[in-house]
């Protein structure tokens, strides 16, 4: 079986910039988390979705967006980009709150 | 407000040695609590989950980790640390709360 995929795993964007990162889960998981690990910190949670609604938030700015689609895959999306965005982006699915978790391997952003 | 605080962010132990990695919680209601292991430029692993069927959970590659109510912690510990354990541990409480994490350095 597939594990939790994300995609891409390293990409390099500008200050101001946007980007797009994206989520696939493990089949049969309606729930999709997204976290921040920053360099030397744990990770971060972002957003929680169950069944495409918004389950929970982190204490992002706005700037952060997220949505999971019918398939429940899941986007995250960051507007204009700060140095401070410059992390790890883990996608982690699950069957629901307070089931096992599976992460995927992350996204490496870097913002120059 | 559900928080750990993981003491230690560093640990060091010879092959062979008792590991011992700590975490402290804080919840108002009864928590979900978990330790993750991350090997460098990889994802988090689920090591193991108290959910208060029993306060001592068995996870794997070996670790476990006691639940204690009274002095509110968590500890991981594994008897023998064996070279491919050297990671990052994290302890976390609920999926959406993480320690700061604790590297474990293994020595020959």
């Known amino acids: 079986d597939a594990g939790v995929t994300q995609s891409p795993t390293h990409l390099i964007k500008t200050r101001g910039q946007q980007v797009t990162l994206r989520c696939s889960p493990i089949?049969?998981?309606?729930?999709v988390s997204w976290y921040q690990q920053v360099l030397g910190q744990g990770p971060q949670f972002i957003f929680q979705?169950?069944?495409?609604?918004?389950?929970g938030r982190g204490n992002f700015p706005d700037r952060f967006s997220a949505r999971q689609f019918p398939n429940y895959s899941s986007e995250l999306n960051v507007n204009a980009l700060l140095l401070g965005d410059s992390a790890l982006y883990l996608c982690?699915?699950?069957?629901?709150?307070?089931?096992?978790?599976?992460f995927g391997q992350g996204t490496r952003l870097t913002v120059v | 407000a559900q928080s750990v605080t993981q003491l230690g962010s560093h640990v060091s132990v010879s092959e062979g040695a008792l590991v011992l990695l700590r975490c402290n919680y804080s919840s108002s209601v009864p928590p979900y609590l978990f330790w993750y292991v991350q090997y460098p430029n990889q994802g988090l692993q689920l090591l193991l989950k108290?959910?208060?069927?029993?306060?001592l959970v068995k996870g794997i590659n070996g670790f476990e980790a006691e639940f204690k109510k009274s002095e509110t912690s968590f500890h991981l510990t594994k008897p023998s640390a064996h070279m491919s354990d050297a990671a990052e541990y994290f302890c976390?409480?609920?999926?959406?709360?993480f320690g700061s994490g604790t590297k474990l350095n293994v020595k020959p």
């Open positions: 108290y959910t208060s069927a029993a306060t």
């Open positions: 979705y169950y069944e495409k609604e918004e389950r």
């Open positions: 982690a699915s699950s069957l629901g709150e307070g089931r096992k978790a599976f």
């Open positions: 089949s049969g998981h309606k729930s």
């Open positions: 976390a409480v609920t999926q959406w709360n």
